[in-house]
């Protein structure tokens, strides 16, 4: 879907923020080539560029002991963890997560094929519960977090993305990706309004709307419209800087991107 509104008659990027920005993370797949090169030179270049926090996955736990070791060194901290909570070991991804530090894990990837009814909206909605369940044993939170495919499948008039947050326990959250939601054809700033409660959690990619990744754009250089974004978000605790892919140097991409919200971060 190409050039999809972010809300009804247009965009407003308004003259600046209003609302600060809590704290400010990378995703780590944005930069999972370099990784795969460099894990500790990629994890230091990170914080070199101005990032304290940022967002890893049990995947990348999984590595062993140096993974750990390359986040310590560089200094980062990791709030939040991504991994699948549906069909796995939830024992061992929670271990994993208090020895990060995170605080909360958010399953990032239940593919479109499993979205085609209600049906398929309880079966997700009942694998987060029991992952909710079990994470409080941890001390651990958990949440979701969407793609395009979410936001386009309706059920009775409803996102399958609110259906599912319908059939979910009050403490699952949401990490909501604004780019997405506008691709999928959602008012951004409408359903953030609807999800105020629950959007904990905003990962902050831009670009022309659509679905070519590689024409993802540092924040501010796209179609989205922050300032408004983050007022529509009350209970965030933190921004999640992510490109799926880029045309260009990764890292100058999420340095400008960094730069772009840096003045908003208040820790």
């Not at 936001?151 to 909501?176: H, N």
């Not at 629950?198 to 990744?213: A, C, Q, S, T």
């Not at 605790?237 to 340095?255: K, L, M, Q, T």
Request: charged content about 25%; proline content about 5%.
């Amino acid at each position: 879907m190409l050039d999809t509104p972010i809300r009804s008659g247009g965009v407003s990027h308004g003259e600046g923020f209003t609302v600060p920005l809590p704290s400010l993370s990378l995703q780590l797949y944005s930069v999972r080539n370099a990784i795969d090169e460099d894990l500790p030179g990629t994890l230091a270049k990170v914080a070199e560029i101005g990032y304290r926090q940022i967002e890893s996955s049990y995947k990348l736990y999984s590595r062993g002991p140096q993974f750990l070791a390359a986040v310590r060194d560089a200094g980062l901290a990791s709030p939040t963890m991504t991994s699948s909570l549906v069909d796995v070991d939830l024992d061992a991804v929670f271990t994993a997560a208090k020895e990060l530090g995170a605080g909360t894990v958010i399953d990032t990837f239940i593919p479109e094929q499993f979205w085609t009814s209600e049906a398929d909206v309880d079966r997700i909605a009942g694998h987060l519960n029991k992952a909710a369940e079990k994470a409080e044993e941890y001390g651990l939170r958990v949440g979701y977090h969407n793609h395009w495919w979410e936001l386009e499948r309706r059920f009775g008039g409803r996102t399958a993305l609110e259906c599912l947050v319908d059939r979910v326990r009050p403490d699952v959250l949401l990490e909501v990706d604004a780019y997405w939601v506008a691709v999928g054809g959602e008012d951004v700033l409408e359903l953030l309004g609807r999800q105020r409660d629950r959007v904990h959690f905003l990962h902050l990619k831009d670009g022309p709307i659509n679905r070519e990744n590689l024409q993802q754009r540092p924040a501010g250089q796209g179609k989205m419209p922050w300032p408004e974004i983050l007022d529509a978000t009350p209970r965030l605790e933190a921004g999640v800087v992510e490109f799926d892919e880029y045309d260009g140097d990764i890292f100058e991409a999420i340095a400008a991107s960094f730069a772009y919200f840096d003045a908003r971060i208040t820790a």
